[in-house]
């Protein structure tokens, strides 16, 4: 079993490129981990989980991440991405990842409220919530991403 992360951290950019594969690739350097191995993960934030604001993570590192991405090649186009973190007091937390053809504003306010449906269901209190998006306006080729980024 692999160890449990200790520590969290929200991310979120935009970028234009030439390619589909470097617009996600330049998202990635613009929200601060591209330099970074992500290893998707479904949503569950571990218990007693830190957030920290700057990763702090050596280059190669393979890092546990939910995240959320949407690439576009349709000029003028508006696309945003976004994750949302619900905490309680005490336990788990549940993460949740949205992207699509919208605003910033539009894709924080959906991911806001997929974390406040996963806690009804699973009969938890929410008692912390955290967003964070980004969105950008397609010139050639654009992408969005926003993830949390957990790690040790």
């Known amino acids: 079993m692999l160890a449990t992360p200790t520590k969290f951290t929200l991310v979120a950019g935009s970028a234009e490129a030439n390619s589909r594969l470097n617009a996600f690739d330049n998202a990635l350097l613009a929200a601060g981990i591209g330099n970074l191995n ?4 479904s949503s569950i934030l571990p218990p007693g989980a830190t957030r920290v604001d700057t990763l702090n993570i050596a280059p190669g590192s ?3 991440t939910a995240y959320g ?3 576009s090649d349709t000029p003028g186009e508006l696309i945003a991405a976004a994750v949302g973190v619900g905490r309680q007091a005490d336990g788990y ?3 949740m990842e949205f992207s699509g ?3 910033r504003e539009e894709a924080e306010a959906t991911v806001a409220q997929m974390v406040r449906d996963a806690f009804a ?3 938890l209190e929410l008692t912390e919530l955290l967003v ?3 969105e950008h306006r397609v010139e050639r080729i654009g992408c969005a991403f926003a993830a949390v980024a957990l790690w040790y």
């Open 38 to 41: 992500l290893v998707r993960v």
């Open 101 to 103: 053809k919208c605003s």
């Open 121 to 123: 269901r699973r009969g």
């Open 62 to 64: 393979l890092v546990p």
């Open 69 to 71: 991405t949407i690439t």
């Open 93 to 95: 937390g549940v993460i």
């Open 132 to 134: 964070k998006g980004a």
